[in-house]
């Protein structure tokens, strides 16, 4: 009896210790705001404009469920997992913009973390999402991904079948690297993609490099051509066979920003090549031309942004950032030019809970208006204003 006693206590100690060396934490964003938005295109679509008010999810965090953990495997070394689903909120559907039937699209990894650093497998994003933790993208989200955040992949754009390494801290500085299969049997090439990358952070200064490359395939692992599609066609230009294994975007993000007391000051530049739209335009009109030049069918596209975010108290936030981009489209003699103004104000009414709200203005040249919140602008200027409420637990 007293064996089994004595048995019982050791197993119940080892249970409890398994216990404390491994941990599943429940994490979420709901993030909801109402949009005004001028001259968006009406339901007839052409020059007809109107204005529009819109309840949206994920205005400056996409609204998400996640799931991660950890076990300590002893000596240092420790398995991870992240599972994270988007929602929308307003509506209650899955966030699945890229593709269908992706319960958990936003993250979905498992690896190995230890004084080496930590491998990752699965559904991720490339470093650029995390260095634009020094960009706008940080205080305003959503709201700038058209004038070109979300073709950057400073928004977050996910990468299928995807093996990623990212280095230890080592004196402030830390290195990724990130590789995509294609998985198409005789063709490595075919639909793969990659990444180099490293930030340094130093006090008040940080400092960000991101390059990325992903090339055509039947299902390539960028997810960001798996949507993509050639104006004036149902064809999409990165799936095409004769395309196969062929550059079809050059990612390169090079971004700084500096704590000043009280005011933090950013500046970031990119460049995305796009050499597979050369096709872009064949067949249209000039009229035409100019509406279905998006920024997403340029052949080059550059990026420059200065900000800043200004602590007027602990809690209070003055928020302000210009976005430029010029595109290169094929078939164009001119460059398209976007320019978007940003201003809001952020105020934390507790850690896990804040409101925002935002003035935004975007205008276009020589290419067509993306607008500001929804690709709804069909007019050289559109202005949009946004209230919402962030809440984190």
Known sequence: MKKSLLALAVLGAFAGAAQAQSS????????????????AV?????????????????????SRLGFKGVEDLGGGLSAVFTLEAG????????????????????????????????????????????????????????VTQNSGSALNRLQGTRTQNSV???????????????????????????????????????????????YYQA????????????????????????????????????????????????ARVYGNWSRVKQDLNTQAFTGLTTANNLLNATLGLSKKADMFELGTAYSLTPSLKLLA???????????????????????????WLSKRTDLYAFLSNI??????????VDTTGNDASQTAVTVGIRHKF
């Open 24 to 39: 599943v934490t429940i994490y979420g964003i709901i993030d909801t705001g109402v949009t005004y938005q001028s001259k």
């Open 42 to 62: 009406t339901a007839a679509g052409g020059t007809n404009t109107g204005s529009k008010f819109t309840v949206n999810s994920g205005v400056i965090q996409g």
């Open 87 to 142: 929602f929308k909120n307003d509506t209650g559907a899955l966030d699945d913009s890229k593709v269908s039937n992706d319960l958990f699209r936003r993250k979905s990894v498992v690896g190995l973390s230890g004084g080496f650093g930590t491998v990752l497998a699965g559904r991720q994003t490339d470093y650029a999402d995390t260095i634009s933790a020094y960009t706008a993208v940080n205080d305003f989200g959503g």
């Open 164 to 210: 990623s390494y990212t280095t230890a801290n080592l004196s402030g500085f830390t290195g990724n690297l990130i590789y995509g299969f294609g998985e198409q049997a005789g063709s490595v090439s075919s639909g793969q993609a990659f990444g180099l990358a490293g930030k340094y952070d130093n006090g008040p200064l940080g400092l960000g490099i991101n």
């Open 215 to 262: 090339k055509a395939g039947s299902t390539p692992s960028d997810t960001s051509l798996l949507a993509a599609g050639t104006a004036g066609t149902s064809t999409n230009t990165y799936t095409d066979t004769a395309t196969y294994g062929s550059s079809a975007a050059k990612v390169l993000n090079v971004v700084a920003s500096y704590q000043f007391g009280p």
């Open 321 to 347: 950032a210009v976005d430029y981009t010029t595109a290169t489209f094929d078939g164009l003699s001119s460059k398209g030019k976007l320019t978007q103004f940003n201003l809001g104000t952020d105020y």
């Open 363 to 372: 205008r276009a040249k020589d290419m067509k208006n993306p607008g500001t």
